[in-house]
């Protein structure tokens, strides 16, 4: 199971390797380098690593400062699959993703590491 050890901005500890750039983390791993056509907004084409790995919840991590936006069409679509969305600053959302994963659900945590 991927264990998020640590964070703080701009830096996140998994499983005790260190990243530096956003990633999508999941149950089983990780995916590195989580890019987005625009680096503070996350839309439809943003997300398709992350409809390949079925969630239940997708938790966004918005930044330490929560500047990264979720497109409205993000959420219809998730929601419309019937994906639960929660949107945290990114220190909340490494929680948030921990309780989910203890509590045995299906989630997946997508987290900007800095603003």
């Excluded at 264990?3 to 998994?14: L, N, Q, S, T």
């Excluded at 750039?21 to 990780?30: K, L, Q, T, W």
């Excluded at 948030?96 to 945590?109: D, K, P, Q, T």
Aim: hydrophobic residues 40%; negative net charge.
């Amino acid at each position: 199971m991927a264990i998020v050890e640590e964070y703080e901005f701009g830096r996140i500890v998994i499983n005790g390797r260190e990243y530096r750039e956003d990633v999508i983390v999941h149950r089983n791993g990780v995916e590195e380098g989580w890019w987005r056509k625009e680096g503070h907004r996350v839309s439809l084409d943003d997300i398709k690593r992350i409809m390949q790995l079925n969630p239940e919840v997708v938790v966004f991590g918005t930044g330490a400062y929560g500047r990264m936006r979720v497109d409205e069409e993000v959420r219809r679509f998730l929601n419309e699959r019937s994906v639960e969305v929660i949107e945290d600053e990114s220190f909340s959302a490494v929680r948030i993703f921990e309780s989910l994963l203890r509590s045995g659900r299906n989630a997946v945590l997508a987290i900007h590491l800095t603003c």
